[in-house]
């Protein structure tokens, strides 16, 4: 946006250039005739000078031959012809907002020059919500990621692109088609792991995996208090502020981009039918029990039968121009994703048009997107089945894939023969569809007026709907042992969610001086709408003619019907004041006042200021440091808020479905009866964070620094602690504002950019730094422990709350020896081989109590490193990422090792045995003893890792080439993404997702992130 706005102005001052410029010169040439006599032109070379931000043609672009002063200028069409004097001549291009180039001319006569345009000498306009400033006038924490830095990785999600682009931005997602990604900005703020707002064009909304990101054209993270309070009571978590491309004046542009991507899954080094079987007999015989009949005539590798090769497809055309006074930008997108994992799928089709005006003091746009998304999942309602990871490390490789001895005609465990409850997941593949399809619409339209140059009012108003279909259908037949019976059945529901907004800002901005003042107020109203009816009906039909089973709601018999629907409404009162003395003393405040239908009438509002200050030492007058550029201090506070809870848990839910029995009669009355517990003194979450930051721009504004010291601190936390059905409660846990959670952290970015003749590079370097600390847990609890974890107050989330190994017995002897300090034998159930556990308290047996905390899932630091390079047509880039100090859980390891439950195993293990005592590994026995305990630190790893995220060259053809065939640009690309990873880490991948708060480090089942190769075509005419 800064570059076009500065573009324009300047084409508009084209005719004052090209009176001044060529005169300029020629007295300049008539003062060195002496000169002139001794450098006589010889030949001619001319050609055209294009921008790089949107390929239009330059005019007014000084081009001169280095060392003289023979120059001339380009005309209105980019075109240049300039005389020189010898072959080994150098062109010097030079444009206001654009880096100097410099170009030999190696006996050419014609010469096209792309101009790169100098953010940092534009002055880069950053949007801030509600408005824009000036990058730098900025007095907060502020990341600015590029749309193309976006666009060139392979991705469903905008989050997903984000993941190592900007300091304080923490991104796991995998590779599930249309999974989204889980996106933290500077750490745990609550305990309901909420992500950040989206702000697409103005409209309150969400980029989930139904948004296009080929449509973005720049991206702002709010990650401090101060840069975020302008949305007051939804911004807790962060900013994310999406524009989307427009048009510009000139004729009509066609961009054409395809990506196609081919996607490989890790696997598990699993154990063949050899090795299963030997360990298998093993385990048996040492638990002293008869073998199984293992089927060695079967040998199905079930990840070959489950995982595949996986197709992206990713097809986008745009067009966009305009008028003076008028602009349009359309675009349309299909992706497609055939998953790894069969039967799992998605496809998006999405439709933008984008259009803005103006007359006079009137102006007017609108954005509006349409789309369509369906996901296919796999997937079965029981616990630890129907997820394709688990079930291809449970099931035994002498389980054959299909058994028409069996109802539906797969294969699975079978006593004596396979004793495993494990399920085949090629069976549920095929026995159940899940289909979830997504229509959204959503846009907004605006209209300003400005009266006067220092006043404007802007009216916004944002629409957005969609309309869900989720499909469930169940077909006749088993996938595991012993599964009931169970009729087939459908199960559906129908559900639209609408989201209302309309905004009024009035801004006022005018220069006094050296005093510089923006004065912006409004108000917003929001009201969004969720409402849903669903239906089940069992023992479907089937089709004769197709053999398939009817998924109408008007066939089967069994009905079940049922609906809700929620309201919410917001109403915010916002202002803010920026101040400028004299490029040198900045000042921001904020204020916004929410109120909130989610709350009861007397904690309904809530207010959210906040402050921010900025020196620019630079521009001072006693500041005089050559290399430095400019130098901005900043310092912030600003609180927060957040009622991200459900629509009505301030009130009790009544059920009106019950029945009394009452009187002599024993007659049956209507009965209603309270089912959820309710918190009447529900109030707002609040935030409260104070950042002080630091901007360095060096040599040339080559050399960048930004670093940032920030704690943030969250009080009142809404958050539902279990509590026990005794008390009546039987609709879910009911919210309170209990918990206080801390985070403090350190982040800098680093960049350096360079240009030698055609050889251009850039590099970028961020690092983020938190800790993290529940300060108090409230509603008076002293710790909360889930799974294999604890959370304490004092100290971070989830800290890891397991059992201690001490290495293995080698005798009985030592066994014996092994006491407490009465002398009690700790372990006298153990034997040769198993596990030596500690015991911490030393009261002489291994219990829970003995359980202590051994760890973190919390990295200690974290890092990006992005560079890029080009020279003449070809392009490089590549972005690394690292996570450090983070302590996992391997779930993988967790069923594979452990014997006591029949799964597949690891290959390549070596157990303990009086043969081969010098091993890690414990005996393995098929009954339960310590050794096979899933809370022991057995299973916890080092879950630090440095991974390859992107590498990409493209060559972009000649411009000489392309207007041979009519086009502006045409570039070819090469991809891959997630092909180096360096890890100590034995599961799948690092990089896990885990959405649960308390168990963030827990790795069970989580869909890798994939091997992805792709291969692009941009066209641009």
Known sequence: MPIKIKVILQRGLFMLLCIYLPGNMLFANEGSNKD?????????????????????????????????????VTDFDGNYEIEVAAPDAILQFSYVGFRTKEVPVNDRSTIDVVLEADVAQLDEVVVVGYGTQQKQDLTSAISVVQSEQIQKRQSTTVAESLQGLASGVNVRGGGQPGQEANIEIR???????????????????????????????????????????????????????????????GPMEVNVSSKVSLTEIPRYDLAGQEEFVRLNNMAYDNAGVPRQELNLDVNTDWQEEVFRTGLIQDHNVSFSGGGN??????????FGNKGTVISTDFDRISFRVNTSGEKGIFSIGQNLALSNAVTNEIGAPEAMRGNPMIDVIRMFPTIPVYDESNPGGFGYGREGVANTFAANPVAIANIIDSESENFRIRGNVWSEIEPFSFLKYRLNVGYETSFDNYLYLRRAGSWTLNQPYEETFTNQNRAQSQTQLIENTLTFQEEFGKHRVTLLVGNTYQKDIYEQINGTKRNLLVNSNTGEYFDVLDLGDQAQVGGFRNEATLLSYLGRLEYNYDDRYLLNAVLRRDGSSRFSEENKWGNFPSISLGWRLSNESF??????????????????????????????????????????DQSIHPSATQVRLANSQLRWEVLKQTNIGLDLSMYNNKFGLTADYFVARTEDVLFGFPILLTTGNDGGNPISNAATVENRGFEFELSYRETRGDFEYNTSLN??????ELVTLGTGLNESIQGNTITRAGEPVGMWYVLQTDGLFQSEEEVQNYTNS????????????????????????????????????WPDFEM?????????????????IGSFGATVYNGYRSIVDRFDDDSNYRSGIQPWTPENPNTDFPRVVRA??????????????????????????????????????????????????NVITITDYTGLDPEFSNGNIFQRGVDFGSFPNLQTYSIGLDLRF
């Open 36 to 72: 002139l006599e001794k450098q006589i032109p010889q030949f001619v070379v001319q050609g055209n000078v294009i921008s790089d931000t949107d390929g239009l043609p330059l005019p007014g672009v000084t081009v001169q031959v280095q060392g003289t002063s023979n120059g001339v």
């Open 187 to 249: 750490g745990l703020k609550n305990l309901r792991n909420s992500n950040p707002l989206y702000v697409i064009d103005g409209l309150v909304t969400t980029a989930n995996r139904d948004f296009n990101p080929n449509d973005i054209a720049s991206i702002q993270i709010l990650k401090d208090a101060a840069a975020a309070a302008i949305y007051g009571s939804r911004a807790a978590n962060g900013v994310i502020i999406i524009t989307t491309k427009s048009g510009r004046s």
């Open 325 to 334: 006074n008028s602009s349009y930008f359309v675009s349309g997108n299909y």
């Open 623 to 664: 500041f005089n440091v050559e290399n430095i550029n400019d130098l901005k201090l900043r310092a912030s506070y600003g609180e927060l808020g957040s009622g991200n809870i459900g629509e009505y848990e301030y009130l009790g839910f009544i059920n009106t479905f019950g029945a009394i029995v009452l009187g002599e």
């Open 767 to 772: 690092f983020t730094k938190l800790e993290n």
């Open 822 to 857: 009465d002398g009690s034998v700790i372990m006298p159930g153990a034997q040769p081989g198993d596990i030596r556990f500690k015991d911490v308290n030393d009261d002489g047996e291994i219990t829970n109590e003995d359980k202590a905390v051994v760890g973190s899932p």
């Open 864 to 880: 990006g490193w992005n560079a890029s390079a080009s020279y003449r047509g070809f392009d490089f880039s590549m972005n690394w």
């Open 928 to 977: 339960s003893t310590l050794n096979a305990r899933g809370d022991s630190d057995r299973w916890l790893e080092d879950g630090s890792f440095v991974r390859l995220k992107y590498i990409g060259v493209g060559y972009s053809l000649p411009q000489t080439t392309i207007d041979k065939i009519g086009m502006n640009s045409v570039r070819f690309s090469l991809s891959a993404q």
